[in-house]
Every structure is written in C-alpha cells, then in structure tokens.
C-alpha cells in the first residue's frame, strides 16, 4: 500500500523567506496525523503545500507517489475559516453538491440528480440530513463545520486536509464536530492531517503526531513524539509532559495537551 504522504527534507518558503524546515516524514494511506504548534509554526503552510496550492518548496513531496499539483483529485483542503459568502442564501445541500461540482469544473445553480444524491448521503453521513434544505447561514457554528466537512468528503477524497476544525467553536459544537472526525476515521478508510491547537479532543483518532516550530520538531507516535524535553524546547521551560495514570499530559501555558494511553 502506498503512502500517502511522503516528504524527504521538505523546505517551504514565500519567496527567499523560509515558512518552515526540515520536515520528513510519511503517512500510510489510512493514518490520521495531528499537526501542532504555536501560532506562525507552519501548520497551515504544510496543509497548503500538501494540498497542492503552495508550490514554493525544495526537496521531495509526494501524495499517493504523485506531485501534489498532479494528485489534487485525491486530497480535499478545509481551510481554517471558510470563504462561502453568506449573503449568497444557498442551502446545506447545495454547499455539500458544490464540492463535487466545483471538481468538474461546472457550476450550475441546478444540481444534477446523481450529485444530489451524493451530497444527500454524506450529509446523513454528518448525521445532518434533516437539514439538507436549511440555509447554510442560518445554521449553528458545529454544523457548518460539519456541512464543510461533508463538502470535503462528497468528491471522496483519498486525503483529507483539516485546518483547525475545531478553533472558533463553543464547547458543545467541538464535540459535534469530535465525534464526526471520529467517524470518519472508523467508517472512510483515507488518511487525515488535522492541525490543531489542542490536541485533547483529537486524542482518540491521531495515528501520529507532528510537532513544528518553523522546522519540524518531532514525528511519531504520540507517545514518543511529545516528550517532556521536546515540549519545552517549542512551549518554554515551563512547560511540561507528564505521565498521570499511563496518560501523558502536556502543560504549555496557554493550552494543555493530553495524551491517550496506546492502544495495544
Ligand atoms: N502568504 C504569505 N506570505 C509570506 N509569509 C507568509 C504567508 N503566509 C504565512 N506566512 C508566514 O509563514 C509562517 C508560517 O505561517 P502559517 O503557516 O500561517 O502558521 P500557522 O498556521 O502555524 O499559524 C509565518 O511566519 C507567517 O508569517
Ligand atoms: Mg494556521
């Protein structure tokens, strides 16, 4: 089975300027990764280049063994925050359709009747069938988020790219949008990079964790890959891993990582 990340001493600039270093590592093709770091780390700059929109790199990057400008059929990118316009009055269901059509290059206002059916699945699969017909504005926080994650799934991408699906969501609706996450690392057989800002409700489904501060700091399990000597080196001296019960914690002043037991 191929990988479906690959990266060989990965560079990333905007023009001269390095946005982050050193970064190699590979991903299988079912595996969830979660991506963490401070804020102007380089997560979102990874997601980018992964997804093919950011070309400016040195060293070797492939995604299922393809360039990632050749493999964007295979890799669906939910930005950080979503630029539908909302005074455009479209429904749940025609924002989930336009992830298949945008693909193909048509846009219609008409949605053909395969596509509808589609886009009404994987709503259902969002557990947001009932309110395929809404308006997306009018819906609350959690289940935009999940009608773009369902976007992202309906062209049935072999890769999905999440950038910080949780961040700007009240505590019930990050819970809504955990437990989809969580179903789709059961249920779709693709591999998944989340960043993240805390790792805690991510726990269950990261395969691997990566952590980078403008170079790559860490990869590997998340055992092995947040130790107490790596935190400190990205969060400060103060900042800690420690190991409560078989489950590791990291403290790092503004937030707190906390870490499952392995699974056997
Ligand atoms: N379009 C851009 N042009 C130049 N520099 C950028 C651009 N986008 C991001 N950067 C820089 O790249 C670094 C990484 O940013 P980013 O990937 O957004 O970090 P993160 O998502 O981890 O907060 C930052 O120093 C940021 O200022
Ligand atoms: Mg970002």
Do not use: W
């Not at 590979?26 to 102007?40: F, H, K, R």
């Not at 969002?126 to 976007?151: D, H, M, P, T």
């Not at 249920?187 to 989340?194: C, D, E, G, L, V």
């Not at 800690?240 to 403290?251: M, N, P, S, T």
């Amino acid at each position: 089975m191929k990988a479906s990340v690959e990266a060989r001493n990965l560079t990333i600039y905007y023009g001269k300027q390095v946005a982050l270093s050193d970064v190699t590592f590979q991903l299988g093709a079912s595996e969830t990764l979660l991506l963490l770091g401070p804020n102007g780390a380089g997560k979102t700059t990874l997601l980018r280049t992964i997804a093919g929109f950011h070309t400016q790199y040195t060293g070797e990057l492939l995604i299922f063994g393809k360039k990632p400008e050749e493999a964007k059929e295979l890799v669906s990118y939910v930005p950080q925050s979503h630029s539908l316009n909302e005074n455009v009055p479209l429904t749940a269901l025609e924002v989930v359709a336009m992830g298949a059509i945008y693909k193909r290059g048509l846009i219609h206002r008409k949605i053909p009747p395969e596509i509808e059916e589609r886009a009404l699945n994987v709503l259902s699969f969002v557990g947001l069938e009932n309110v395929a017909n809404k308006l997306f504005r009018n819906l609350s926080g959690g289940q935009k988020q999940r009608v773009l994650l369902a976007r992202a799934l309906v062209s049935d991408p072999k890769l999905l790219l999440l950038d910080e699906p949780l961040s700007a969501l009240d505590p019930s609706a990050r819970a809504e949008v955990t437990s989809v996450l969580d179903r789709i690392k059961k249920k779709k057989n693709i591999a998944m990079i989340i960043t993240t800002h805390d790792i805690n409700p991510l726990l269950e489904i990261g395969d691997k964790v990566m952590l980078i501060n403008r170079r790559m700091i860490a990869f590997g399990k998340p055992d092995e890959a947040l130790t107490d000597e790596i935190i400190k080196s990205v969060y400060g001296p103060m900042a800690r891993a420690i190991k409560v019960e078989e489950r590791l914690y990291c403290i790092t002043g503004d937030f707190h990582i906390h870490v499952r037991r392995d699974r056997k």
